[in-house]
Nanobody
Framework: QVQLVESGGGLVQAGGSLRLSCAASGGAFGGYAMGWFRQAPGKEREFVAAIRGFYGSKEYADFVGGRFTISRDNSKTTVFLQMNSLRPEDTALYYC?????????????????WGQGTQVTVSS
């Protein structure tokens, strides 16, 4: 059983930056693809970014537009999401996800583990 704990969310002004972290425990971290999803109030959950386990391949949602960078530190079993040039529309609850499949389903299907989420609020 893998546990995922997100941190790093908060309130930031438009144009600012945040770095989200997701610490994993209880499983073979390197074998999982890790990703981030988000869900804003009244909207469906959407895919943000994913990174493969051993090969480090990355995928991003189109709306990221080069503003976000996903990375992982397998030695620390942690995945990061560096978010720059934040916009009010980036306000959402951000979830960490782990799956044994690649590419990661952008609909969130076949995700093995989810974190509890960390809130990101971007003020205009």
């Amino acid at each position: 059983q893998v546990q995922l704990v997100e941190s790093g969310g908060g309130l930031v002004q438009a144009g600012g930056s945040l770095r989200l972290s997701c610490a994993a425990s209880g499983g073979a971290f390197g074998g999982y693809a890790m990703g981030w999803f988000r869900q804003a109030p009244g909207k469906e959950r959407e895919f943000v970014a994913a990174i493969r386990g051993f090969y480090g391949s990355k995928e991003y949602a189109d709306f990221v537009g080069g503003r976000f960078t996903i990375s992982r530190d397998n030695s620390k079993t942690t995945v990061f999401l560096q978010m720059n040039s934040l916009r009010p529309e980036d306000t959402a609850l951000y979830y960490c996800a782990a799956t044994g499949a690649w590419p990661m389903s952008r609909r969130g299907v076949s995700i093995n583990y989810w974190g509890q989420g960390t809130q990101v609020t971007v003020s205009s």
